[in-house]
């Protein structure tokens, strides 16, 4: 099909007083589209009829718009699937940024309409990958308790047919056991019976959820919309084909054998949490005149648990609530370092206070001893700043925090042989590949391992703030206490998100969409495999194990499990990787296509790759507040700086730019890369091409990359101000001369 | 020795008007905005945190309630409606009690019963000794007070009457002293507060500390009621008969002039009294303040009985002088009433209740400076004398 462009230069939010718009339709006309329109208002009805009329008439099929940035209007001009649009930013990145009228506006703006043309060019329509085989849109969830339930049920009541696994011989899991339960309704201060029960119930009267007890998942195959599990249920061997998969399995409790220091052990009055559960449960609590609870028994402690709980400050609330229900003239304290009742348990923690429990702040609990029959305790205030004893006690409560049931097991080491010694370098640059951990749970036949990475402290989890539930593989989410520590209401609440995550899993995979963060992309990376060396990177470095390799290493893409992040294109020596609408060439036309002026110019030009996630954005806001930043940069956006192909930084340089930026998320412990860790690759694949760069004769300083969140938006000008000096002081790039 | 945790003493409190106690969460708000709080002596945090914890030896040592005047602001900022300003009102009361020896402080703010009684009879005592001893054949053409009592036979019991209520709170400012004091008390060298006793008067006469806090409004209204009180008691107790004659007396047959320096001072004394507690009845009706959201039974029979001590007073006046001639039976009547409301006012509130906040207060602090001074003076002698004793 051949390419007919239109391109369309809105005139409006302040294009027409700072741009000579003629001089931008030449450009247009320079590079022989087949339309060039100008209209005040492009977002108008009647901007966006003008558009249609020239796409009906059969006149373009391609339609750039250069205006505002592809991040506002981009329900406006869409066109369908069949037309081609790309979006030329000159409102947010030119006219909002830069002096009107002036020169280096205008030879800004000229440049990234050429840029716009190049990239048009060189993009075709994504075609959406259907498997060949039948996608299926069961979701399986493992783990029968509170969050396995909740999230069974959520999604066989949106319809779809649902696939519960439970090791015990029933459901119900650790909420079972529990003797009463916090509130999960207003006004959160009463607490209830425990209602498992109920929902056991509701789940055998769903005939969309098949029930396994004493099943376990032996092997877990395949991609999104087409898993392979094998159930082992006793003798039994079971097979199921699902379309995702949530992890419920749930927390245990952290081992009280380790806190002899807390009297574990060394008395038969000191208890855990779970063992007051049962003694509630059995009446075996009268008697019992004075309690106390201790708080972070093991949590927020390097010897133990260096992470909150999070779910026992609100336990021995209920429990001390239970106490007083059974002798309401006992006496209860509780000894906490931070009261953490999140949310409406607030609440509930005042409800406590009322009820007359006393709430004691240690610094470190220094002995819990037994005295003629009674439990005493010693600690370091922190309010008095002195030591505090309190006895009598007949009963002490550990409250011991929990532990992700994805974190038993032995950490997967990764086999290494020995002709691929002389590949430590790439292996390298993976150095912090998340852990996998074979905690003999879906048991995956992947190449990355057995189970999902861990993020930290052994919970499974993807990213601290965006996307929870996401794992590092597509299709599958967990959900509840195995992937981060929370209370009984937060997991039903994660739950539901679980089980809508698994539901659009299944339905974006039967269409060929790609799935969170890139939802509704229907490109796909695609081989070109006459070329492959087998080196390994794209499944080495894919950040989703999306790609699996035969016995010769060949790579064996699984599309349904990408997210089309480009990271494995950006990893590719060889440039076999490619999307229909995002390239090697495509980019590099794009850098082609900037005029470069001449030395004596004295206008130097520096490029910029922005991700697309954070720096993007940005830019944008930048753009939003009128910050002014040098007119010499161009920006190029990037899916993920993971993407960015080092050959990139070879075309720039050789064209005679005289510098190179790259924005990309920040990283390090509490990253922000949609991608895991594309801007960290990018980084060390910089440190590699800075040796070539020596080589060359030109500095390596001229290539540099800089983590920006998307609240540096402030500090833009101030970043690219400090680069653009830097390259001032090094001087024209020395290729200029060889153009 | 580790500090002993007392779950039971949060209930003895609740007797005391403690409330909200629970709800305390110790952000330490409280003790932020107090404009009096200082360092050394942060309240009222501290306090809440120690009854809280049942900490009542520490409680009883503690200076900080005498330190407070109750603006009520930590009142009005506690993010939890923990009433920190009215705990710290109740732990008055409790210290009040605790100081008391004779254990009747305790009774009169724990019992309703026994406070209305004792005042009930302590009232109707007096009465009765009216009855009995009045004179037999009072002047019923003129209003004159000395053919119904004898002067001379009420300033002979009203000093009586100071003499036995100073000796009880002085027992108690003493017990005050004591456990404010601790292991210092022998240590601290007696000069060492007659240094000190400039301070004392002045924060007797002025509550000076009061003035620094936010709400200057309190401060002025407690300053009419004690100067009107003190002035009053002056003309009562020390000047009824003019100290034998040698001024002249206050209680007399006499139709001073208007302008007459006993007039002018019972006039603002009678307006200071009932403005300043009509001010704080209706207040604590309205509860538009902090300090005035919760009333203790006995906050409201010390404003009564001053109110209508006020009252009584004035009216013995306009009786005693209406019409030139005056109405004798009147007069009689409310000068035996006024003796049935200000004599168990006095007897109860000086050593064991309200009144003797006028002691507390001022001692306490000079007993804070004092401990002050005493701790510095030992902190800055004590390298000196590790000095003298190396080079010995």
């Not at chain 1, 000229?110 to 075709?124: H, T, V």
């Not at chain 1, 927390?251 to 807390?262: D, I, M, S, T, W």
């Not at chain 2, 001073?256 to 200071?272: D, P, Q, V």
């Amino acid at each position: 099909m051949d390419k007919k462009i239109g391109l369309y230069i809105c005139t409006g939010c302040g294009l027409e007083e700072a741009l000579d718009i003629n001089a931008l339709t030449a450009v247009g006309n320079e590079e022989k589209v087949a339309v060039c329109k100008t209209c005040q208002q492009l977002c108008s009805k009647e901007g966006k009829e003008l558009i249609k009329q020239d796409i009906e008439n059969g006149e373009v099929n391609a339609v750039a718009i250069a205006g505002c940035s592809f991040r506002v209007n981009y329900d406006v001009f869409d066109f369908g699937p069949e037309i081609l649009v790309e979006r030329i930013n000159l409102r947010e990145h030119v006219v909002w940024t830069h002096t009107p009228n002036n020169e280096d506006t205008q030879m800004m703006a000229e440049d990234y309409i050429r840029m716009g043309m190049a990239k048009l060019k060189r993009m075709e329509l994504p075609e959406p990958y259907v498997p060949e085989e039948e996608v299926v849109k069961t979701i399986m969830v493992v783990g029968g308790g509170l969050t396995g339930m909740t999230a069974a049920l959520e999604s066989a009541k949106a319809g779809y047919k649902t696939v519960l696994v439970e090791k015990e011989n029933k459901l119900g899991g650790w909420a079972a056991n529990l003797y009463k339960m916090a509130p999960v309704t207003e006004p959160f201060t009463e607490i209830a019976d425990n209602y498992i029960p109920d929902i056991i119930k509701e789940i055998e009267a769903n005939s969309n959820i098949t029930v396994y007890t004493s099943s376990k998942v032996i092997t877990t195959e395949g991609a999104p919309g087409m898993f392979y599990v094998t159930i082992n249920q006793g003798s039994k061997e079971i097979s199921e084909k699902v379309g995702s998969i949530v992890q419920a399995t749930g927390a245990k409790p952290y081992e009280p054998e380790n806190l002899g220091h807390l009297g574990y052990g060394k008395s038969d009055k000191v208890i855990t949490q779970a063992m007051f559960e049962e003694m509630a449960k059995n009446g075996k609590l009268s008697g019992v005149e004075k309690i106390a609870f201790i708080q972070c028994a093991g949590s927020r402690d390097e010897n133990h648990l260096p992470y909150c709980s999070a779910a026992c400050c609100v336990e021995s609330l209920k429990q001390s609530l239970a106490f007083k229900g059974i002798n309401p003239k006992g006496i209860v304290y509780i000894f906490y370092r931070d009261i953490r009742s999140a949310g409406q348990y607030e609440h509930f923690y005042e409800k406590a206070q009322e009820s007359g429990v006393n709430f004691i702040k240690y610094a470190e609990i220094d002995d819990v001893a037994e005295n003629s029959g009674k439990m005493v305790i010693t600690l370091d205030d922190v309010i008095l700043g002195e030591k505090v004893e309190a006895s009598d006690f007949d009963l002490v409560v550990l409250a011991n925090g929990m532990v992700s049931t994805a974190s038993f097991g032995e950490e997967m080491v990764e086999e290494s042989e020995e002709d691929e010694k002389q590949d430590s370098e790439s292996q390298e640059s993976i150095a912090n590949k998340p852990p996998v951990i074979q905690a003999d749970i879906l048991n995956l036949q992947y190449r990355q391992g057995p189970e999902i990475p861990i993020l930290k402290h052994g919970f499974p989890d993807s990213n601290y703030i965006c996307f929870p539930y996401e794992t590092r593989r597509t299709g599958i989410y967990t959900a509840g206490s195995v992937r981060a520590p929370m209370d009984l209401l937060e997991t039903r609440e994660d739950a539901t998100g679980a089980a809508l995550k698994a539901v659009q899993c299944v339905e974006n995979v039967s269409v060929g969409m790609a799935l969170h963060p890139r939802s509704g992309d229907l490109s796909f990376p695609e081989f070109n495999m006459n070329r492959c060396t087998q080196c390994k990177r794209c499944t080495e470095e894919c950040p989703f194990g999306a790609i699996n390799e035969d016995e010769k290493a060949n790579p064996l893409p699984n599309p349904t499990r990408c997210r089309r992040c480009g990271v494995c294109m950006g990893a590719c020596p060889e440039r076999i990787i490619s999307f229909k609408n995002y390239n090697v060439p495509m980019v590099g036309n794009m850098i082609k296509n900037i005029e470069i002026p001449e030395e004596d110019e004295e206008k130097p030009r520096i490029l910029i790759f922005a991700c697309e996630n954070d720096a993007i954005p940005a830019l944008d806001m930048a753009g939003i507040n009128k910050y002014s930043y040098n007119a010499w940069v161009r920006i190029i956006p990037v899916r993920c700086l993971g993407s960015l192909n080092l050959i990139w930084i070879n075309d720039a340089m050789s064209k005679g730019f005289d510098g190179v930026l790259l924005m990309g998320c920040k990283h390090g412990e509490d990253y922000q890369c949609h991608f895991m860790k594309g801007s960290e690759l990018a980084e060390y694949r910089l440190s590699k091409v800075s040796e070539t760069l020596d080589r060359l004769g030109l500095e390596s300083e001229r290539v540099k990359a800089t983590q920006v969140t998307i609240m540096d938006y402030d500090k833009i000008p101030q970043m690219i101000e400090d680069f653009t000096e830097e390259i001032d002081e090094l001087g024209p790039n020395p290729m200029k001369d060889f153009q | 020795m580790a500090t002993r945790l007392d779950p039971n003493l949060k209930n003895e409190l609740e007797e005391f008007g403690v409330k909200d106690l629970e709800k305390c969460y110790q952000c330490g708000l409280c003790t932020g905005v107090c404009p009096l709080s200082s360092n050394d002596d942060p309240f009222p945090r501290k306090m809440v945190r120690y009854a809280q914890m049942g900490l009542k030896d520490k409680l009883i040592a503690s200076p900080e309630p005498w330190l407070c005047y109750y603006c009520g602001e930590c009142s009005d900022f506690c993010p939890r409606e923990a009433n920190p300003g009215e705990t710290m009102m109740a732990l008055r009361r409790y210290l009040t009690a605790q100081y008391d020896w004779t254990g009747i402080s305790k009774r009169f703010y724990t019992s309703h019963v026994f406070e209305i009684f004792s005042v009930i009879g302590f009232a109707l005592l007096i009465g009765l000794g009216f009855l009995l001893f009045a004179g037999s054949n009072p002047d019923m053409q003129q209003a004159r007070l000395s053919t119904f009592v004898e002067t001379h036979v009420i300033e002979y019991l009203d000093i009586l009457m100071a003499v036995v209520l100073s000796a009880f709170l002085l027992s108690n400012v003493y017990r005050m002293i004591k456990f404010q004091m601790g292991d210092l008390l022998q240590k601290v060298p007696l000069s060492m507060y007659m240094s000190e006793v400039k301070e004392l008067i002045l924060h007797f006469l002025t509550q000076k500390r009061f003035s620094e806090c936010s709400d200057k409004r309190m401060w002025y209204i407690h300053l009419l009621i004690m100067t009107s009180y003190t002035l009053v008691f002056l003309l009562v107790v020390g000047l009824l008969s003019g100290i034998g004659g040698r001024l002249p007396a206050f209680q007399t047959d006499e139709v001073r002039s208007f302008f007459h320096i006993y007039n002018l001072i019972g006039y603002y004394a009678t307006f200071g009294l009932l403005f300043g507690t009509s001010y704080a009845m209706i207040g604590r009706i309205r509860k538009n303040r902090a300090i005035y959201q919760f009333s203790h039974a006995t906050d409201w029979m010390f404003l009564i009985l001053l109110w209508l001590t006020a009252l009584t007073g004035i009216l013995i006046h306009i009786f005693r002088v209406i019409g030139g001639d005056g109405m004798p039976a009147a007069t009689y009547i409310v000068y035996t009433l006024h003796l049935m409301v200000a004599v168990p006012m006095l007897v109860l509130e000086v050593p064991f209740a309200k009144w003797s906040h006028l002691a507390y207060r001022p001692v306490t602090i000079v007993v804070t400076n004092v401990k002050k001074k005493y701790e510095n003076s030992i902190k800055f002698s004590t390298p000196a004398a590790s000095d003298e004793s190396q080079s010995a």
